[in-house]
C-alpha cells in the first residue's frame, strides 16, 4: 500500500512539475506583466520540483527498506554475545552515538540555513529522527554494559 501511495506522489508531483512550468511559459508568451503571479508560481513549481525528488528519494529508500528489514532482523534475533562480544557492542554503539550527535547538529544548523520551506522542515524533521536513534542506541548501551 505504501509503495503505491508513495508511487501516485510521485506521478502527481511530476504532473504538477509539467503544469507549473507550462504555466509560467504561457504567462510569459502572452506577455502577462503580472509580477505577483509569475513570482508565485516560480516559487511552487521550484518547490513542487523539490517535493518531486524529495519523493523518488523516498521511493527508493522505502524499497531499500523493506528489502533490508528482514534480513537484518533475522540477524539481530539470532545474536546471543559473550561477555568479551558485549564490550565490542558497546564500543561500536559509542562510535554510533558520536555520529548520531554529529548528525544532530548538522541537520539543525542545515534546517537554520535552507531557504526552502519543505527542505527545512525536512531537515528539522531528520534531525529529530536522530535524536530518536541517539535515545536509542543510548538505552542499548545501558542494555548492553550490564
Known sequence: MSREL????????????SSYLHAIRVLRLQ??????LEKIIKKIAIETLIHKEIVKGMLKAYEEALEKESEVMKEI???????????IIVRLLKDHLLIE??????????????PYPVLKELA???AKNEEEH??????LIEKYEK
Not at 506577455?31 to 505577483?36: S, Y
Not at 534475533?77 to 564490550?87: D, G
Open 6 to 17: 508513495i508511487k501516485k506522489s510521485q506521478e502527481i508531483e511530476e504532473n504538477a512539475t
Open 101 to 114: 550527535s554529529e548528525m544532530i547538529e548538522y541537520y539543525k544548523k542545515l534546517a537554520q540555513e535552507l
Open 124 to 126: 528539522e524533521s531528520l
Open 77 to 87: 534475533e539470532e545474536l546471543k554475545p559473550s561477555a568479551r562480544e558485549k564490550a
Open 134 to 139: 541517539h535515545k536509542l542506541i543510548s538505552s
Open 31 to 36: 506577455g502577462v506583466e503580472v509580477q505577483d
